[in-house]
């Protein structure tokens, strides 16, 4: 509790808010002042420390019963003797507002909800202790305006009784005694406590608090009572703090207490002996703390309902208002430096409106931090809901203060820094504009085209990997839409598929509706044999959205055709598109020309005769080259096949094929097709020297264009076989080889590539390059097999291929091999003595004496059946016959030798008979063929043109004279080629005869 001096203190420095004394002089308005108490207040005593029972209102802070007073009161009360210093406590030490959330009750006994609103119980009817009437002198409280005193509050241990304890006690009135005379105070209602909510928690547990509030009680006057000073420190009870609003000790003139004779005891025990006539001023707040015993107390201050129902509903995390000495001083000073209105409604404020905790916490706030008149007008025009004007002179400011203000940093930054800041900020974003924009629509741009063309360069260098890392870089920085058409098409044709698919996909993915891509995209997977994929291409990409285009229909039409030479029934597609562009666009040329090979792929030479007079006939319907090359191709076809069954009605009418020829290479040279079908032609007619020239275009031709359709590339390859044919002719062999091996590389890119199939009419180019192997280079067989191995695998095995295999086999020394090759090709094409001779030999050198006896005999009654044609054989005119004595003298002998061969293995003597008499003749036409013709003389071993031993003689030898380690020997040689006559013969002469090897 504040001594005298401290609130001598407080009233001076409280004079001094809002210049009070100033304005009350310029108004001349009296002063009004309020008394300090005389002396110091005496301390409040614990109430029932005498009671020595269980300490039922201990805690209540009345004092104790006097044995001689039977009203409960010590002594008679003076009218010095009341003070309100000694009610207001420390509140005019600590101005603050109350803090809801402290209490000062245990965790134990309180719990974590607090203790709602009890009602106090009513003092109606108390009897109060007998005494004279008292007269209270009115004392003129001094004006505490804007003060926020806080309420005193008392704890307590124990409570007595079932009633629920009220949130706030009231001050210990130990030591207070009643007026000597009987004072009559008339019965007042008491003051409601409507909306009054005091936050502040009870230190009452629940174990004595009771579940039903208290009633309302009319308290006693206290008017003409003296507060003695409280001996309890505040470790020991927590003040109870009460707001103090302005006026309020203007309505204290109207308290008055009237305490009549009661029955003894303290006020605790007796709580309607005394009754609060009007606390209409206070305002309770802080952590008020519940206790005594069996009472409950309320106060109910009826001015200030809408502040406490304010309080009640706010937030219990409201910052309390603490106002420190200095924090004090600025307030005041600031409330100085406004204006009477001004001051007058920020004093309205704190202490008579009822305001919004928040709300006046930031008003608060604002004072003490010194807020400028205009600020303080704006706070208090939204609390007070009404607009507060400020003079025109109070507005106009002094020099000094200008200058003053001129000088502060706020001053300089806004008015000084702040232009210059912000024209900095407005050139620094106008420059990042400009840097952004030449960045991103100048700088990028270019930076990306150099990496687009860094990486197109790689492409040409066969660099693709690193290509395609350059185009992802700068598709990051820049997309372009050229550059995806540039790599797209290099990697095309660089035969880099799957980067070329990839850039076309990306191509899609950002411009899905881009034409020519799509077109670009369709045709490159039509060249690949991706029918199914270009077809979808087209039709979702261009003719779901335009279903008449006319680009788009003509190229679905061209991928049905060249999706049908591999599945026919895919021209009906064809057919279909062809259709409806005529149906919409009517008869034009390039649709009439696409029509035309439909039926020419679908063999209608019905439909293709008309329409071959509609192009020839008529000057104005233009035709393209490749057009013509395929109706000049056809009909040649037609012209010279080999027709199975009832030839075509139709067929006695194709003429002109030459003149569509040779318009066609006229009209494109750069097309391979013409010149193709051109040669073809030369040959069907003999012209093997148009042919070669016409051959030799072609190729050129074919080599010079990019395009390779499957039609495209069957024809290349067959004009380079057709080609090397024509200088194998010529003897050109290593020109030949060249052009055949090309032709190989071509077929087996296009098979690894799934562009072509497996057909006879590829596997011949391998039988071609097998015959340069096996006619043209002694020795080298197994190359040759391998050729013809290819070849066969591809379908091409015709019975000389097979002869040739059989021959090269038995040239390595491989009789089974040999032998089941020789009898393929015989099972294809009727025996021969070229046939028959490689047939026997293998046999014999299989073992298979009596299959090789059956051979020879058959070719022994050919031979002599051509023997027998000729009277006498001149074998040194004749070349002819010089042939067949040696084929006789052969067969006889290998004949012989199979016989002697069976007499050892079936010990049938007849077999050996027959052997000699075989030898016999051997011998004697060995001998004519080494004699001269004219002096009858034997040739020297260097001119023999027969064979240089008499293996005949030698075996009859050996059968009438046996030597242990001899073995009846056979002429070993077989023919090259089974054909006769050979074209191999003509081409490559032997340098071998039949009869030159034995074994």
């Keep these: 509790m504040p001594s005298l001096k401290a609130l001598a203190e407080f009233k001076a420095s409280f004079r001094s808010i809002g210049n009070e004394v100033a304005v009350t002089s310029q108004k001349n308005l009296p002063m009004e002042e309020l008394d300090l108490p005389a002396s110091e207040p005496k301390a409040m005593s614990s109430p029932g420390a005498n009671q020595g029972d269980s300490g039922k209102g201990a805690a209540s802070g009345l004092p104790p019963a006097d044995p001689q007073n039977q009203d409960g009161f010590g002594g008679d009360i003076d009218e010095d003797d009341f003070s309100f210093g000694d009610l207001l406590g420390t509140a005019l030490d600590n101005l603050s507002m109350p803090d809801p959330g402290l209490t000062d009750a245990s965790e134990e006994t309180a719990g974590e909800d607090e203790m709602p609103d009890a009602e106090l119980p009513s003092l109606e009817g108390l009897t109060p202790p007998e005494a004279e009437e008292a007269e209270v002198p009115e004392a003129e409280p001094p004006s505490f305006e804007d003060l926020n005193i806080p309420v005193l509050t008392g704890s307590s241990e124990e409570t007595a009784g079932e009633a629920e304890v009220s949130e706030a006690e009231l001050p210990s009135l130990e030591g207070l005694t009643p007026p000597e005379a009987e004072a009559e105070v008339p019965e007042a209602e008491p003051p409601s406590f409507e909306g009054f909510n005091t936050d502040g928690p009870t230190d009452a547990s629940e174990e004595t608090a009771g579940e039903d509030e208290m009633p309302d009680a009319e308290l006693p006057s206290l008017e003409g009572f003296n507060f003695p000073e409280s001996d309890n420190s505040m ?64 106060y109910s201050l009826d001015p200030l309902d809408n502040n406490i129902e304010l309080l009640s509903k706010s937030s219990s995390n409201i910052e309390e208002i603490q106002l420190s000495n200095d924090e004090l001083v600025r307030l005041q000073k600031t409330l100085a430096s406004y204006p009477l209105n001004l001051r007058i409604a920020c004093e309205q404020i704190i202490a008579e409106e009822g305001v919004e905790p928040a709300l006046m916490s930031k008003f608060i706030k604002a004072l003490t931090q010194g807020a400028s008149f205009k600020e303080g007008a704006s706070l208090a025009s939204k609390i007070l809901d009404r607009n507060i004007s400020i003079p025109k002179g109070f507005e106009k400011k002094s020099g000094e203060a200008l200058q003053a203000q001129q000088a502060s940093f706020t001053y300089i930054f806004v008015r000084r820094v702040v232009p210059i800041l912000r024209l900095f900020v407005l050139v620094a974003l106008v420059a990042a504009s400009l840097f952004y924009l030449i960045h991103r629509f100048v700088y990028t741009p270019l930076y990306a085209d150099s990496i687009y063309r860094k990486g197109y360069e790689r492409i040409a260098a066969g660099d693709y990997a690193r290509a395609n890392e350059r185009f992802n870089e700068a598709l990051k920085l820049h997309r372009e839409k050229k550059w995806f ?175 569509i020829l040779i318009k066609a290479v006229n009209a494109d040279p750069t097309q391979p097709e013409p010149h193709y079908h051109l040669a073809r032609y030369y040959r069907y007619f003999k012209n093997p020297n148009d042919e070669q020239i016409t051959l030799r275009n072609a190729i050129g031709a074919f080599d010079a264009s990019q395009e390779e359709s499957v039609r495209r590339l069957n024809a290349r390859i067959d004009a380079e076989q057709r080609y090397a044919q024509v200088l ?53 067989m197994g190359a040759a097999l391998e050729y013809y191995i290819r070849a066969e695998q591809n379908g091409w095995s015709p019975p000389e291929m097979q002869y040739r295999m059989g021959s090269a086999y038995y040239h390595l020394g491989k009789w089974a091999s040999a032998l089941q090759r020789f009898v393929e090709a015989s099972s294809d094409m009727p025996f021969n003595r070229r046939l028959l001779n490689a047939l026997g030999n293998a046999s014999y050198m299989r073992g298979n004496y009596a299959i090789a006896q059956g051979y020879y005999n058959h070719l022994l009654n050919l031979l002599n059946t051509d023997r027998d044609r000729f009277s006498v054989l001149m074998p040194s005119d004749r070349v002819d016959h010089m042939e067949l004595a040696e084929r006789l003298m052969m067969v006889r002998n290998n004949f012989g030798v199979t016989l002697e061969a069976l007499t050892e293995r079936t010990g049938d003597t007849k077999y050996r008979s027959q052997a000699m008499g075989l030898y016999s003749e051997s011998a004697r036409t060995w001998d004519v063929l080494t004699r001269d013709p004219e002096t009858m003389l034997r040739m020297k071993p260097g001119d023999l043109p027969g064979p240089g031993v008499n293996l005949g003689y030698l075996n009859a030898q050996n059968a009438l004279h046996p030597v242990s380690e001899y073995e009846p020997q056979i002429y070993i040689q077989i023919d090259k080629d089974v054909l006769e006559p050979s074209p191999w013969e003509g081409l490559t002469p032997q340098n071998f005869r039949l009869a030159d090897n034995i074994f």
Excluded: C
């Design 728 to 780: 194998i002719n010529n003897r050109e062999f290593f020109a030949a080889e060249e052009h055949l091996l090309k032709g190989i590389g071509l077929y087996e890119d296009a098979l690894g590539r799934q562009v072509l199939s497996r057909s006879p009419q590829f596997g011949r180019i391998y039988a071609d390059m097998g015959d340069l192997e096996y006619f043209t280079k002694d020795g080298n």
């Design 485 to 659: 058409y540039r790599y797209a098409e290099g990697f095309r044709d660089s035969r880099q598929y799957i980067f070329a698919r990839e850039k076309y996909d990306l191509l899609l993915v950002n411009y899905p509706l881009d034409k020519k891509g799509v077109m670009d995209y369709a045709a490159m997977e039509t060249s690949l044999n991706n029918y199914k994929k270009a077809d979808s291409l087209l039709r979702r990409n261009i003719l779901d959205y335009k279903v008449d285009d006319k680009d788009a229909l003509l190229a679905v039409g061209d991928n049905a055709l060249a999706w049908g030479d591999m599945e026919p029934e895919q021209y009906e597609l064809a057919r279909h598109a062809y259709a409806r562009l005529m149906e919409r666009y009517g008869w034009t040329s390039p649709v009439v020309e696409r029509m035309m090979k439909y039926f020419i792929r679908t063999d209608n030479l019905k439909e293709v005769l008309p329409l071959q007079h509609y192009f020839m006939d008529n000057p104005g319907n233009k035709i393209t080259s490749a057009g013509l090359a395929e109706l000049g191709g056809y009909l040649l076809d037609k012209k010279f096949e080999d027709v199975q069954g009832v030839p075509s009605e139709y067929i006695s009418r194709i003429d002109g094929i030459r003149d």
């Design 235 to 298: 470790e020991e009870t927590e003040a109870l703090e009460i707001s103090m609003p302005e006026g309020i000790f203007k309505d204290m003139e109207n308290i008055s207490l009237d305490i009549e004779s009661g029955t003894g005891g303290t006020v605790a025990d007796n709580p309607d002996a005394f009754s609060l006539d009007s606390f209409d001023a206070f305002k309770f707040g802080g952590n008020g703390s519940t206790g005594g015993s069996n009472a409950a107390e309320k």
